[in-house]
Each structure stands twice: as C-alpha cells, then as structure tokens.
C-alpha cells in the first residue's frame, strides 16, 4: 500500500444510514464504527478551514518483517491492522474536534484526508502527541499533516500539491519535539502483540463482518478480538449472518472436500505438525491455507512446486488527481470507483473466478490466492504460482474494463493504467525477501516508458505482450501434454528471441523480411520434425510479428516468447521424464 494511494478509499463504502444513528452502513460490507460525515457532491465547504491528511508509512516492512514458518496465519492480522490504524485515528479526530467540524474525504490504503475547522495550532499539536505516543517505539508510523484551507480561495490541485509537499516535510521531522521516542527501549517494544496474538486475530478476521467500537478502551494495543490506539477500542465480531464483499475479509480454507481430495498431504502435514507429546488437532474446514499446501496444489497439477507473488499499482495516479483542476467530486468519484474496483470487484473475481491448469477446467482461484492486501491503489497476492498468473490477467482485464466506463460517467478523460509484477518463489522462502523481490520487479515494470506493463520471470511486458505470452504457453502447453511435441521445443523457443530481435530491427529498419533467414528461424524452433505439427500458431506469431515490423514500422518485444517459453515449461514439468537436452546441431548461435 504505497504512500502516493491518494484519494481511493479502501474503506467500507457507506450507501445507507441506519435508523436512529448517524452510523453509515453497507450490508454487503462490514459496519465501521466511524460516525464522521462523509463529503458528498456539491457539498458546502465554506465551514471548514484546514485539510487534514493522515498517511501511514512503514507498511510493507510492518507487515512482511515476520517468521516464514506460519506466515499465512500472521500476514492478514498485519495488515488488517494497518487498515485499523486509520480508522482509529479518525474516530479521534473527530473524538477530539467534534462531530460538526469534521468532513471525511478519503480514508483507505493506510491514508486518510479530512476537512476540518481547528481554531488553534495547539489542537493540531495535541493530536499529533497522541500519535507519536503510539507509535514512538514501533517499526511503522502514521504522519499527520495539515494545510490551510480556503473553499473559494483553494483548487482541489493546489490543496493536493501543497498537503503532500507538507506531508513530505512532516516525515523528515517526525517525532521532532516529542523526546520520549528518543529514550531507550527494550526491542520487544517495537511490536504491538506476540506471533501468537497475531495469529488469533487473523482467525477472528475470517470469521467476523464487524469492526466497531468498543464500550470501554483495553489495555492491550493488540488482542485476539481488538485493537487499541489513541485511548480508543476497535473489536471484531458478528452479527447476523454473511460475509464482507470486501477481499481484505477473505483466505483460502480448508473445506471438506479439498481434505478428503487431498488426504494423502492432509495426513502429512498432521503428523508433521504434532507436538511433543503426539497432540495435534489437524487440519480441519475452515482452516487458513498455508503456503507449503499453495505450492503443493500447483504441484499436483504442473508439476511445479512453487508459490507466486502478484503486486500491482495503478500508475502515476498523483499526476492525475493533481490535474483534475478545481474538481472535488471528480476526485471522490475516481476515489469510489478504484476502492470499489479493489475492494469488491477483486473479491467477485477472487470468490467466484475459476482458472484451467494441468488439464482441470474449473480451479477456484478461492482456494489458490492469498489476499494480503487490496486497497488505496495497489494490492498484493501471495498464490499458487499457475493460479496467480492467471489472476493477474483477469484482474488487467477487469480492471481496464471498469475504469473506462466509470471515468466516462465522471468525465475523467485519462484513464489510469496498472502496472504489475509477479515473482515465483518456493514456498519457504523467507516472506519478507517475496516482499522486496516484488517490490523491485513492480519499480522495473514502472519504469518502462509508457509503464501500463508487467514484469515477470526478470523480463518487463507489456500487457498485451503478457496475454500473448500466455497465448503461447497455452498452445506449447497443448502440444506438449498430448504428446505431439517433446519439451524440447521450450528451450529453441527460449532462445529464439535472439534471431528473432535481428530479424525484425531489419524489418524496421528497411521494411523488408529476409526470408532465408526467417526460414533458418523457423528451422531452428521447429527442433524435430515431430514437433512441427502442433507449432504452427505459434511460428504464426513469429511471421505476424514481421510483417507487423515490415509494413506498420512497430516492433514486437522479443522478450514475449522466452516468457511464454518459461511459462509453458514449469506448466509441463508433470510430463517431463529426463531433464532438457538440446541437440548438438542446435547447440550453436540461432542468429540468422
């Protein structure tokens, strides 16, 4: 959840109004206690003379900094706690300002903004006591900032540009006068609960549609039912019957088919899991999924034991909101609309999506994807490796489609583009490397020139390359498994793309196709003549590519068929039999 995820609101999208209170509240998601009026197009602002913004900072190495053994039963509780962190915050801002001097903008992605009337600077510095009392000795930290505001003197891109310059100075000189962060502390102290503690929650979260104040304030900052900041407690609970159409709600579990589909693995990790003295409970419905069991269902239908790592971002999205001049509701309605992308429409795809792999047609992503995070404008899934691949196209597809239709309703004319990346990793890699892993891969994606691009497998595409990459890992993946091809086809294809990248730069260049050596190409990915039967679409896709180059001067990334190569290769790995040889008359340079 990056710092910049300005203005898309993760929270609870509040519809209705309860009878009685002035609790907002949405069936289908789970009621926040947060009575704090919420702006609405073409509201009044004249009543309010400052622009709040709260941003959390820390998140990723908060959540992630953890032990790999039982990360599955801790990530959630993190990052849930990070959500909770905002919500607690405003509750005492409004707590401390009142209810009639409070207007809440935004409030998810670990950032939340506020129209408020403070009268003092003293009230200001109060509040942001309370905060570094909380998180004085913690390994994340929440900044809040404020600007003065003027309804008729302040644009919404002048407010923006200027609450961010702000926050930015606010971060270097975080805990400036407030010594007591400085004094020495016991390094137990950094944390709020115990792995344990953690573990509880996140149980609680999967089993709750409620998170609300508490009558009386705990004394614990984290229990296995609440959380406690600011002098305030949050607890989870439920009431009545469903579940939050929200994905941060949701992990895979155990249920009672998937046991008994897979009692052979169940009855191993039992007997691996008993303690001392032979007691175990053992894996039982509702139980979180862990990761080890993630790899082992890739496994079971690939042959590729690996998890995956999926982290997307939309791009450059301060640059957008910052030129929606003197536009307030055009920024809440973007706002809307990505936290509901990230919010619901991940959870639909994630809860009723399905995916073909290994020769099953229906594969519930449910069962396959972890959601650490969604929210604010970026979220991040830890998965079986052949089910986050195909998530992350959906979600590409998905999320194009939404958006267009949305920004045309809000009169938006730019519509944001994401960029992600994915990264395999074995199962007990340590969690917090998959963390910085992602995190670097997503910043390569980013900087391809145009971003709106996915890296994978060390290679940056963009989406359009990526959907044909899986294009072609399907069609090699048919090939292969209904033997009318070997494996061996993957390794010429992998290295094609060097010959390739020749070919088509002279395409370019001369608006011409050598076609000796396209000929010389095609023999060299063709391997033996066994394999030429089932290549034929995708030796298409070489020759349309070049005519592409030679008639329109537009290039095709070579990059797409080592990646699809790659991809085909850990699909294949249950019908390989003896390791890749390639043979010697392949062995030398492909280059036409």
Known sequence: MGEKSALISAGVRREERSRGTNYRVNHHHPIFLLPMKEYQKGQDLHPYNVFLCGDVSGIQPFIFNIRSEGAAKTLKARSFFVGAITDLCIARIEERLGQDQCLLFYNGGGSFYVFCRISDEATLQDLRSEIWAAFARADIHLCLSAVKFDADG???SEVWKTIHQQAGRDKLRKFDSYAPAFAPFAPSELDFADDETWRKFAKKIIESNRFQR??????RRVESDAITLFGLTFCLSKEGEGLPEDVNWHLPLWDKKLIENHRAWVDRLNEENKDEDGEYRGIAPGHIIEFATLGYFAETRTGTDNIAVLKMDVDSLGDLLAQQTGAWPKLKGLSDALKTFFERHLYRLWEEGTFKSGGEE??????????IFAGGDDCLMIGAWDAIFEFAVEVREKFGAYLRERCQE????KVPTLSGAIVMVDSKYPVVRMSILSEEALKAAKNKPGKNSISVFGRVL???????ARDIALALEKIILNDQGSRRILQYIRNSHLGFEKLMRQAVEKGTIHNPAVWRLLYYIRGDKKDLAGLEGIVRKYQEALLKAAIKRETTNPELFPVAARWAEFKTRKKRSKPLKIDK?????NAP
Do not use: L
């Open 362 to 371: 229906a594969v519930p992503f449910r069962e396959n994807i972890y959601p």
């Open 214 to 219: 508490a009558k009386a304030p705990r004394s």
């Open 154 to 156: 302040s644009s919404s």
């Open 585 to 589: 008359r392949h062995e030398r340079q």
């Open 410 to 413: 809000i009169g938006i004319a």
């Open 462 to 468: 963009t989406w359009q390359e990526f959907s044909d």
